[in-house]
């Protein structure tokens, strides 16, 4: 085990053996050292030891339970968010592996303290990490390798990587599926993961998984959370009866579990369905709900301004329109909001009835349709060419319309074979 654990921290500090050996032993005896085939001297060991910064004399290498159960626990705290807990966790079980280092126990901790960061830094794992953490996966137990590629999974969500992401949760469940114990987290990332991908019967899949084993924990917030995705993948796939009964349920048996944010996205959503659904005035008393709630909590209020706009736009109040226009371009060019600043600019040549026109069917096609798929947008990616595909057609341009309509579906059909 004191060679595992040499061989580690060796490469964690990106020391080759030689470098290592270097005033020490010779390379072939340090690789037999690393290798655990011979046992070296107390003072090799202690040489060794202070080269590399860590304790091999005297080392416990026992595996602990007590130290095991606290690292479950600092994951859990991870998991729930639980700030004061995950901080005083994390010293505990710092402390105690400064006393014991078990191969199995170092390795989880490491894992661990990567999802950690990932939620207390909220920025993405530094090259650095995760190389550290793929460097001991030969010697790594089956519970690492499933946090390992959840958490790497997790990695590449909060960098909008949702394919690598959905990926690496797979890898994730295939090693969860050979532990005792199932991870509704790792459900609910996977249905989350997939409806940004637009893979909406997968996503409604693992969210009704993550729900029964919720359910079962009495974790009602996060039964809502996974309610919530799947009420808005049933939106996009045009069940908004079915979406409208999740979201009013939310509102009445739920409301306890709703944050300020959430229960502002489910009025924004329930405006939405209520424009699919021609019941105008309904939506824009959801709309105006959702308004209110977000400006009061400082929410961003872009994408609630653009359906208002819509919506008078559908009530043929043009002054209205107008207004919710305005009030949304400049705040997305405020937050600079790529994505609504071309919504707004795609809905205001509507109103204009400018759609035709040459400059506008040029910035579409080239600007606008390359950014949204750049940007992972793809609902309005396939949304777009088909709008500017009927701008074609009646501008009589049947071939352009056909390679146009023929890249919505092949872009649908390149989705449908992620799935696994």
Known sequence: MKGQLIKQHRKFKDMTLEELADGICSVSYLSKIENNTISASKEMYRLLGEKLNIHLENLNEEFDDEIYEKLIKWHESIQLKNTPLMEKLHKECKDLLNYNQN?????????IHSRFQLTTKEEPLTKKVTKELHDVMSQSSTEYRFLYYKTLGLNYFFQFQYERAVNNFQFAEEMMNKLPNQDFELYYHLSLTYSRLLMFIESNYYADMAI????????????????MISAINYNFLGAHRVAERLFLNMLQGAGQYLGKFEESIVHHNLGYIYICLDKYEQSIEHLQTALILKEENNI?????LYLLAKVYHCKQDK???WDFINQGK?????EKDIRYI????????????????????KKLENEILPEFLSLNEFSDYKKY?????DIYYEKRMYKK???LFKEANRYRRFMLEKSP
Do not use: M, W
């Not at 191969?103 to 894992?111: A, G, P, T």
């Open 103 to 111: 191969i199995e126990l170092s390795n989880l901790f490491k894992v």
């Open 212 to 227: 029964e084993g919720y359910q079962k924990s009495l974790n009602y917030s996060k039964v809502t959370d996974c309610t």
């Open 300 to 304: 961003s209020p872009v994408s609630t």
């Open 319 to 321: 002054g209205r329109s």
């Open 330 to 334: 400049a705040k997305a060019a405020e």
């Open 342 to 361: 071309h919504k707004f600019h795609i809905l205001k040549s509507v109103l204009e009835g400018t759609t035709k026109e040459d400059t506008f069917v």
């Open 385 to 389: 060419l088909k709008f500017l595909g």
């Open 401 to 403: 319309c056909a390679q």
